[in-house]
């Protein structure tokens, strides 16, 4: 059965660049479905954001996914960020985390192996749909961590390095 194989990662640490090199060199892939909402809703001036309304984000982003995630595949699929991803987020804001989260079935949709690029200061940077600071990264990026492990998935953590072998890394596992 194909699956979504997920990049995930704190904010700014190179997963939509990797998705888009993968998409170059044929993969299936899927966009970060939590920016495109930012970007939505700044666009709507809606407060359904990460800093504003995360609760209303969160549904938004829980409702896009599964609709994504309803879409067939015909062959293993990456995706910019997995629906546990939410969880990580809501942790690092201490909010409480929905049933319909916390009784997903994951392992339905998702590969066990989930690709996970560290926080990199030297890449970092912000822009009107990351507002995080290093700080706030960091935070996530141990929430993912530890949200990826609970869940039982294998966390493949991406080397520092260049694009070319962190896509290397990554076929060098899936492919």
Request: net charge negative.
């Amino acid at each position: 059965m194909c699956k979504r194989i997920i990049i995930t990662g704190a904010p700014g640490t190179g997963k939509t660049s990797l998705i888009d090199i993968l998409q170059k060199k044929g993969h299936a892939c899927f966009s970060e479905i939590s920016r495109q909402i930012i970007i939505q809703q700044q666009q709507q001036q809606s407060n359904k954001t990460p800093w504003e309304d995360l609760f209303g984000f969160t549904n938004l982003v829980y409702q896009q996914t599964v609709e994504e995630l309803h879409i067939p595949i015909h062959k293993n699929t990456f995706v910019d960020r997995g629906l546990p991803d939410t969880i990580a987020y809501l942790q690092t804001k201490s909010e409480v985390i929905p049933d319909y989260l916390l009784n997903f079935p994951f392992k339905e949709y998702y590969n066990n192996t989930v690709f996970l690029a560290p926080f990199w200061e030297e890449i970092y940077v912000g822009d009107p749909q990351r507002l995080q600071s290093s700080k706030d990264a960091i935070e996530i990026h141990n929430n993912l961590l530890q949200v990826y492990t609970a869940l039982d998935f294998k966390i493949e953590i991406l080397p520092k390095t260049t694009l070319t072998k962190r896509i290397e890394f990554i076929q060098s596992i899936i492919i």
